[in-house]
């Protein structure tokens, strides 16, 4: 739901992964009431930070204001729903990740000998990103601009611009965070500064 009301797509509406990686969360699934009722009956002490009762953190204040609300004005099985749409989430990522990785293989095209500013190059086919679904190039060009962007957060509105770039009658270039990229004949070229640069590239 923080998520939701920052601006997210699939990826942040996934949620916590059940497993990722060596990272397992057999809880995950467990209601909170339920598992207290567990513990009590056995019994078996458990110890709960005390931040969770502090409803100034925003997720704290999810849990113990906007969720009671939701279940009780909108919908009871508010709980289960959010559960079923992260499940449908991480099923989406999945497969775009998936797609994704084939058309930035199709698409990549290699980078200038001398890229300009000295920096990190990644070049793509105009017309191969034109022509795939919407999602999927805007996921291609996501990736790409985060990993010339280094630490610097890309967000809608630039890969929007980027976007904006495939089209012949698109502005020839844009600036973003830590890059410049430009549509230079049928190539789309995105081109970022090292770390030791000296001016970095900024939004425009």
């Known amino acids: ?12 509406l996934a949620g916590m992964y059940p497993r990722k990686n060596f990272i ?8 909170r009431g339920d598992l207290r009722e567990w513990l009590a009956e056995r019994p078996t002490p458990f110890v709960e930070d005390e931040s969770n009762q502090d409803v100034a953190i925003p997720r704290n204040r999810v849990r113990a204001e906007l969720l009671p609300l939701l279940e009780t004005r909108f919908n009871p099985s ?8 992260a499940d449908l989430a991480r099923e989406t990522w999945q497969w775009m990740e998936s797609q994704a990785d084939a058309l930035s ?7 200038d000998a001398n890229p300009a500013d000295d920096g990190v190059q990644r ?5 191969g990103l034109l022509e795939a679904p919407p999602a999927l190039a805007r996921l291609v060009l996501w990736r790409a601009m985060t990993d010339v962007a280094g630490a610097r957060p890309v967000g809608f509105e630039h890969v929007s611009a980027a976007l904006g770039l495939l089209a012949p009658d698109g502005p020839p270039a844009i600036d973003a965070p ?22 970095r590239r900024s939004p425009a």
């Open 123 to 127: 070049a793509f086919d105009r017309a």
């Open 105 to 111: 293989a199709a698409c990549a095209r290699p980078p």
């Open 24 to 31: 397992v969360r057999p809880l995950l699934g467990c209601r």
């Open 78 to 85: 508010i709980v289960d729903t959010l559960a079923d749409e």
């Open 178 to 199: 830590g890059q410049r990229l430009h549509r230079i004949g049928a190539r789309l070229v995105l081109t970022g500064r090292g770390p030791g640069a000296v001016g």
């Open 1 to 12: 739901l923080l998520r939701m009301l920052r601006g997210a797509g699939p990826r942040g």
